[in-house]
């Protein structure tokens, strides 16, 4: 029981000194610093984000923003837990809202069934496009960084295409599709803007969580992570594990497009899955959480509170909603650059020669520092 | 006719950004830092130079005021990877993003305008025979950088200290103050990259102006191998689909088809590349890699 506590206050000793608690306290400072900058009272813009973004009028906007947050900080996170960065989210994303929007249009089913068709088409074409660029590293030897980000661009300009040409809503000034049929929409829980969406991206949360414990595959990922030659090494098969990593990412990117396409306003509209940034929101969320599965899903949270508490702000206190992106970077730049809280020295009375009781002294903190990205 | 000189000219006049970004990313490269945070330090370079012209009334006092800015942004690479050790491709991704959100947010707090800004008295940089001056600076600067890194003992050290830190630190050379270099450089290059961006064919500043120019300097960097000849060549064929691109769509192609093909065009050329070059490998080696 005693152990168990001075075990639990030893690990928030621990959660309160890591480069998590550092990067996001220096970020919530710095974004002071700017709104002292600009004229604004901090405490007030602060308390505008938190209440904009959690109040009775703003939770609903918050859990919808954050269905694509979470949905884009998974896709990003799996591959990332075995080290790999796929930066062609927004093509990914895009591809699966153009097929949604396709299949919701064209399908001959009933409207339930072509829901789930919908959903299906926008997975399955996020995941062949991501695979695409897993090849690209596996087989031509250019890496995923590169090759996801590069295949990216044409996609985004194809589905801008397809909605400005082909599949454009005849007599609309935007470029847009038809809107979907009737009953061709995911249920939205009451009146609210939150839709089933949420339901699956929170399960696959779930899955990631279960897949990352509890299985062989999970403990690969991880392993490979952490030192992708000695996995190699044990047997880890990193090509096949490469192409199924960034093919699962690719498939929650499409998921998340198409839940886009299949919610308000129920149809493609050009830019609009990428123009909040979810790619970018989620890359940081999984960054700042090291892609461990529960740490994801609370940094999404965090950032969609941002992203929408932004808003709010902009609107009480004059300040631009943009700053809470150059927040969400700075939390990234402190955290890569590995900061943290300097070690409290305290001279323990009853210990003359100023001996630390823990046995961390700071010979301990060097390995500690190793394992951030584990 | 399709392949005149006018596509030269117009290809001649796109790759300057892209050249001026890949030079600095391929010294950081010599260096042993990998910078991908060129895509960042350019757009700080474009906000900077187009805030100073158009407060100072000086395209030049502008373009000076880029490189300082940038190379002050490349700081954070600097001190993030080679004092604090900390992991390259992170920190180079947050400072793109700090930068789009950083040059959005002064955007608006100093000019209070979203998405762009341009202004008829917003005076840009003057043409001299038809280029930018700084096209003619990126050009020396391709110059001077093989020169640099191939004779003179500066880039000697440089490359020593990208290969083998250790070798060069027994040596008395310190790897640091020649990584801070690299960096810093790179910074004054991609905030000249912005300058010309920003002020050169186009007098104006809108969000993320940079459009993944500076991703496409990274793949320049890869693709010349980091030698300034090599990375000439690349931006070279960059500024020819992008210039072969505005010529279709003149000719009636899409702009959606033609604004993909730089991007495609170059990962056409890093297929081909390292395709030869690990056919070249498993000749020499006897093994297919």
Known sequence: MAVARIKGAARIKGALRSPVTFSVVAGLVIGALFLIGTGADPLAAYRAVVTGSLGADGIGSTLSTGTSVLGMSLALAIPLRAGLINLG?????????????????????????????????????????????????????????????????????????????????????????????????????????????????????????????????????????????????????????????????????????????????????????????????????????????????????????????????????????????????????????????????????????????????????????????? | MFFDSDLLMSALRALTPILLAALGGALCERAGVFNIGLEGMMLMGCFTAVATSWFTGSPWLGVLAAALAAAAYSLILAVGTVTLRGDAVVLGIAMNLLAVGLTSFLLRTIFGVQGTFDDPSLAGLPLVGGFSPLAYLAWAAVGVSALLLSRHVWGLRLRGVGEAPDAAATLGVSPARYKYAAVLLSGVLCGLAGAQLALGNVTLFSENMTAGR????????????????????????????????????????????????????????????????????????????
């Open chain 1, 89 to 374: 989210g927004d093509g990914q994303m895009v591809l699966g809202g153009i097929a949604a929007a396709v299949t919701g249009l064209y399908s001959p089913l009933p409207a339930p069934l072509t829901v789930v068709l919908a959903l299906l088409a926008g997975i399955a074409a996020g995941a062949a496009y991501a695979a695409l660029a897993a090849l690209c590293e596996n087989r031509f030897g250019v890496p995923l960084l590169v090759s996801s980000l590069l295949l990216s661009y044409p996609a985004t300009s194809f589905a801008s295409y397809l909605v400005r040409y082909p599949l454009k809503e005849p007599g609309s000034s935007l470029p847009q599709t038809r809107q979907l049929p009737e009953g061709v929409a995911l249920p939205a829980f009451g009146t609210s803007t939150v839709t089933i969406g949420l339901v699956l991206v929170v399960l696959a949360a779930a899955a990631y969580w279960f897949a990352d414990r509890r299985t062989a595959v999970g403990y690969e990922i991880r392993m490979t992570g952490l030192n992708a030659r000695f996995a190699a090494y044990a047997g880890v098969e990193r090509k096949g594990l490469t192409l199924r990593l960034v093919a699962t990412s690719g498939a929650l990117a499409g998921l998340v497009g198409s839940i886009g396409v299949l919610s308000f306003p129920y149809r493609f509209l050009d830019g609009s899955l990428t123009a909040p940034g979810y790619t970018w929101t989620g890359l940081t969320a999984a960054l700042l959480a090291a892609a461990a599965p529960l740490g994801t899903v609370l940094a999404s949270f965090f950032f969609a509170v941002l992203q929408v508490g932004g808003l709010s702000m902009e609107r009480t206190t004059d300040v631009p909603r943009e700053l809470t992106q150059v927040l969400q970077a700075i939390v990234i730049v402190f955290l890569a650059a590995r900061l943290r809280f300097p070690r409290l020295r305290r001279r323990k009375p009853e210990g003359p020669d100023g001996h630390e009781p823990d046995g961390q002294g700071p010979a301990a903190q060097k390995p500690a520092a190793q394992g951030e990205f584990a």
């Open chain 2, 214 to 289: 500076g991703w496409i300097a990274v793949v320049a960097v890869m693709l010349g191998r980091a030698l300034p000849l090599g990375v000439l060549l690349a931006a070279l064929l960059f500024g020819l689909a992008e210039a072969a691109g505005f010529r279709l769509q003149g000719l009636g192609m899409p702009q959606q088809a033609t604004d993909a093909a730089p991007y495609v065009v170059t990962l056409v050329a890093l297929f081909l590349s390292t395709a030869q070059r690990r056919r070249r490998n498993a000749r020499t080696t006897g093994v297919a890699s």
